[in-house]
């Protein structure tokens, strides 16, 4: 079983709607969670970044975890068509290292 | 300022040739990263360092792969012999340690072909 798990999709959305990704996770170390997004061809950039349990909002976007449950979720309002890119979930224990969700494909259509 | 700055942006080589990535990271920047992209792995970390020192190589999968950090300004990831396994894109991220956060910085990539 891998340390972090995420739907690969494709998840299609029209324009302006809500969206919801999701991760799953096992190792109850895990205290740093973040949210990258990658566009085609280039590098994850960081997106969202929360410590512990806890909501955390900035401007469209919601990342929410649940530590009891072991979930993490990012949540995008009034989706748009430049918010297509794949999101990749991330988290850390007290080290430099993160580990990756293998990222939910995202495309908004107009 | 630049950003992370990875050279290839494209390799394509035959399996057994020697492949050397480079990375220079963000100046000011004392830990550095490579990671490694798969559509059926996702993203790895491979090796990292920090003030130049490497401290978890963990996720270098073989030991025909090796990484070098010669200051901080320079990375590189070599694989000898290449396999056409070893296909898949190269990140190189770094991140400021000291009064930073926990934004690693990625860099473009190079997009890795063995045949």
């Known amino acids: 079983q891998k340390e972090v798990e995420q739907d690969p999709g494709p998840l299609s959305v029209p324009e302006g709607a809500i969206v919801s990704l999701n991760c799953t996770y096992s190792?109850?170390?895990?205290?740093?969670f973040m949210w990258y997004r990658q566009y085609s061809r280039k590098g994850p950039e960081l997106l969202m970044y929360t410590y512990s349990s806890g909501n955390k909002e900035d401007g469209r976007f919601t990342a929410q975890v649940d530590k009891s449950s072991k979930y993490i979720s990012l949540f995008i309002r009034d989706s748009q068509p430049s918010d297509s890119a794949t999101y990749l979930c991330?988290?850390?224990?007290?080290?430099?290292?993160?580990?990756f969700g293998t990222g939910t494909r995202l495309q908004v259509f107009p | 300022d630049a950003g992370v700055i990875q050279s290839p942006r494209h390799e394509v080589t035959e399996m057994g040739q020697e492949v050397t990535l480079r990375c220079k990271p963000i100046s000011g920047h004392n830990s550095l990263f490579w990671y490694r992209q798969t559509m059926m792995r996702g993203l790895e970390l491979l090796i990292y360092f920090n003030n130049n020192v490497p401290i978890d190589d963990s996720g270098m999968p073989e030991d025909r792969f090796s990484a070098k950090m010669p200051n901080a300004s320079f990375s590189t990831l070599k694989i000898q012999p290449s396999e056409p396994r070893d296909s898949a894109v190269y990140f190189c991220a770094s991140r400021r340690t000291r009064g930073g956060t926990d934004t690693q910085y990625f860099g473009p990539g190079t997009r890795l072909t063995v045949l």
């Open positions: 190792n109850s170390a895990f205290q740093y």
């Open positions: 991330a988290m850390r224990y007290n080290t430099d290292k993160l580990i």
